[in-house]
């Protein structure tokens, strides 16, 4: 089972990022696993250099102390693999713009920012070369992601109809819980990286005290009643989702455990400090040796442009570009 994920390197990962993607990439990692810190599509936004430069490193040592083993799995940096901008190319010449214009990222970023990069617009493509690159067969991915999924594999099915069979068609794979984490101060939108305000954001490296603080303030609602419900409860749904995926119980187990939110809040507060401590403490270590890290990165890029090159030789022939 080829699997392939990216992450972009925009920010310390959140707890979206972890229990929507992170978690299920350490599960499931084996030797046919590629995961990608995706640097190019953190320039669709505007982002200092120096700190691209520091987080695509720091950002890798926080996947490896989340668990990811460079022993097991490819862990490598987009960049660093010249096929994903090539193909990227490639697959611009089999898009439409109308298809572009209606992913919802696109229209929810682009109504924030002031400049647009046309970059914002085409990203899904070089996500999607990203993917087929690889011949892959699962894509796990937070639930934000599904449409951004589902356009790869339009794109892939017109490419192998017009050019002969050239792509594997990718699965889209969820998490059964937290697949869509929500801000803890407003659980009708997303936790983000670049949106979220901090009471709203739980990152993976925030201290005990900072998670307290955090799980303590979240909205919840006044019924006071403990009940998974995300229609009508849907800060108490994200906080019992949050509860269940670092648990491994249901949503469901968790609220039949409580009757107060009070109780509720401190004991998740506690699960959510324990389980990302050890993270912390191997993110330090590995940080001590920047060489090490970079001889895995380097590692890592190798193998990915190994297999890579070939499945663009294969789009590129079809093409007729040789
Ligand atoms: P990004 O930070 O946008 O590069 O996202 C990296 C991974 O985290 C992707 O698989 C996203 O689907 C996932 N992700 C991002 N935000 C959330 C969220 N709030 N809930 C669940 N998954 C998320
Ligand atoms: N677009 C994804 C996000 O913003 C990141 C990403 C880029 C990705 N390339 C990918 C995810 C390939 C899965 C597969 O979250």
């Known amino acids: 089972m080829r699997i392939f994920s990216g992450i972009q390197p925009s920010g310390t990962p959140h707890l979206g990022n972890y229990l929507g993607a992170i978690k299920s990439w350490v599960e499931t990692q084996n030797s046919e696993a590629y995961f990608c810190v995706v640097d190019l599509h953190s320039l669709t936004m505007e982002i200092d250099p120096k700190t691209l430069r520091n987080q695509r490193l720091e950002l890798s040592a926080s996947l490896f102390a989340c668990g990811l083993d460079p022993e097991v799995c490819t862990l490598f940096v987009q960049s660093e693999v010249p096929f994903h901008a090539q193909l990227n190319w490639l697959l611009e010449c089999v ?24 970059s914002l617009l085409t990203y899904p493509v070089l996500m999607a070369a990203d993917i087929l690159l690889y011949d892959t067969d699962r894509v796990p991915v937070g639930d934000d992601q599904k449409q951004h999924l589902e356009l790869t594999r339009v794109i892939a099915e017109r490419f192998n109809n017009r050019y002969g069979q050239t792509f594997v068609i990718p699965e889209f794979s969820k998490p059964a819980f937290a697949a869509r984490v929500m801000d803890l101060q407003d659980p009708t939108r997303k936790m983000s990286k670049s949106v979220s305000s901090p009471l709203g954001k739980l990152e993976i490296f925030d201290s005990p005290a900072e998670i ?95 297999v890579s090159e070939v499945v663009y030789a294969r789009a590129a022939t079809a093409m007729g570009l040789n």
């Open 212 to 306: 307290e603080k955090k799980i303590k303030k979240a909205i919840t609602d006044t019924d006071g009643e403990m009940r998974y419900d995300w229609e009508l409860k849907p800060g108490l749904a994200n906080l019992l989702d949050i509860y269940a995926s670092f648990a491994g119980e249901t949503p469901d187990q968790v609220a039949s455990k409580f009757t107060r939110y009070g109780d509720f809040k401190t004991a998740l507060a506690q699960l959510v400090i324990e389980s990302l401590a050890p993270i912390a403490e191997r993110y330090n270590a590995l940080m001590t040796d920047r060489s090490e890290l970079e001889r895995f990165m380097r590692r890592g890029a190798e193998k990915a442009s190994s």
């Open 95 to 118: 898009a439409s713009y109308g298809e572009l214009t209606r992913m919802v990222a696109f229209k929810d970023k682009s109504s924030r920012q002031e400049a647009q990069r046309a």
